[in-house]
């Protein structure tokens, strides 16, 4: 199977500053990388996803980026808020499986 | 549009029970696939179902097992509950096999 990490398990920043997390996957056919945000109490709520046919992709404060040769892709988000404080998890889909990295706790210190 | 829905939001069980939990889907999906998460971890995944057949499974044993309907909301059921059980149990619905999966609120399970 697919086996997913995830750096760092916590990171505290500034608010306004930029926060980077980044993942590494095993399996060479994983082809959709999706970045969940669970809050306390909550399921895990997609904020971008990326599919293996492209590099880059943007949405507003937060973007993602693939590198399929080094296999790993990273989470940014820019202009940090404290409504960004909460945990983030990475995954990667294999045939019809996610494989979930163990979370990046983030807080943004206001 | 309604969102992934589940129930009940929480439960307490004791080992060697047997527990059902519930999970309706995204308007539109026809695709339901379940994950455990244990506290300070990330979602493992149970299995899968689409259009009413497992397509796929995590290794779980066999007394994890699911359920989908025809209008495709979605039970799991575990039986001779452990210890280890205990955990917030996720469904996430999604359009076909391939897609974005979006998830539930989570039903959060404690087996004394």
């Known amino acids: 199977g697919e086996n997913v990490e995830q750096h760092p398990s916590t990171l505290s920043v500034q608010e306004g500053d930029s926060a980077v997390i980044k993942c590494t996957y095993s399996d060479s056919a994983s082809n959709y990388f999706p970045w969940y945000k669970q809050e306390l109490g909550k399921g895990p709520q997609l904020i971008i996803d990326i599919r293996s046919n492209v590099g880059e992709k943007k949405d507003q404060r937060i973007a993602v980026t693939l590198n399929k040769t080094a296999k790993h892709f990273s989470l940014h988000i820019t202009e940090t808020q404290p409504e960004d404080s909460a945990v983030y998890f990475c995954a990667a889909s294999l045939s019809n499986q996610f494989y979930f990295g163990t979370g990046t706790s983030l807080t943004v210190i206001p | 549009e309604t969102g992934v829905t589940q129930s009940p939001t929480h439960l307490i069980k004791t080992r060697g029970q047997q527990v059902t939990l519930r999970c309706s889907s995204q308007s539109g999906h026809n695709t339901v696939s379940w994950y455990q998460q244990a506290l300070g971890q990330g979602p493992q995944f149970i299995f899968q179902?689409?259009?009413?057949?497992?397509?796929g499974r995590g290794n779980f044993p066999p007394r994890f097992s699911g359920l989908q309907f025809p209008n495709y909301s979605s039970e799991l059921n575990v039986n001779a509950l452990e210890l280890d059980d205990s955990a917030l149990y996720l469904c996430a619905s999604s359009f076909g096999t391939l897609y974005t999966q979006y998830f539930g609120p989570g039903t959060r399970l404690t087996v004394l």
């Open positions: 179902y689409y259009r009413e057949e497992e397509n």
